[in-house]
């Protein structure tokens, strides 16, 4: 019985922090919402463990080191809180994503900040939408934030994967005596 209730009150919290899902009809108004992780790392460290996470999930469009910014091609997915309902059934919108990272040295850490675009494909009678040449539109919807976050825990466990192994330095090598400090 203790299980049980333990079970259900992990559901309780787990679905306590989603969104508030959305069926097709009455899509959420656009709104940006980047979320923002703060390392203990170098720039160069976050911004090689940022290019292999990102690039392990999308196409890289856009790479500018020296202005810290990649930016990935869109990627066709599920929404995990936009629907259609089918007969009662709550069914996952198809959506597409692309995401706007910047990296910024800030102190002697680093912060990652990412942003994501999801938008929606509608036709024009479903969404109300002016014709504008095609009968499918891509509508811009807020993100659930739930892939920026998980994003930023691969960042998290590649940085410290590559601190628990035993030949990580320093570039030049000079400073490494196991504890690391920056």
């Not at 787990?14 to 899509?27: H, I, M, S």
């Not at 892939?147 to 590649?158: A, D, F, H, Q, S």
Request: hydrophobic share 35%; proline share 6%; with cysteine.
């Amino acid at each position: 019985m203790p299980r049980a209730l333990l079970l259900s009150l992990a559901l309780l919290v787990v679905a306590g922090c989603a969104p508030k899902p959305f069926p097709e009809d009455n899509l959420p108004s656009w709104e940006e919402r980047p979320v923002t992780g703060t390392f203990n790392a170098s720039f160069e460290e976050v911004w090689d463990a940022s290019i292999e996470v990102l690039g392990d999930h999308a196409p890289l469009d856009r790479i500018e080191r020296g202005q810290g910014v990649i930016q990935t091609g869109w990627v066709k997915d599920f929404s995990d809180y936009v629907y259609k309902t089918y007969g009662g059934t709550r069914v996952p919108e198809a959506i597409r994503w692309r995401m706007t990272v910047d990296i910024r040295k800030t102190g002697g850490r680093t912060e990652v900040r990412m942003t994501s675009q999801e938008q929606v494909e509608k036709d024009l009678i479903s969404a109300n939408l002016e014709f504008t040449g095609s009968v499918y539109q891509w509508i811009d919807v807020p993100s659930s934030t739930s892939k920026e976050r998980m994003l930023l825990e691969e960042i998290l466990g590649l940085l410290e994967k590559d601190r628990s192994n035993p030949d990580y330095g320093y570039p030049d090598d000079s400073y490494n005596d196991g504890d690391y400090a920056n």
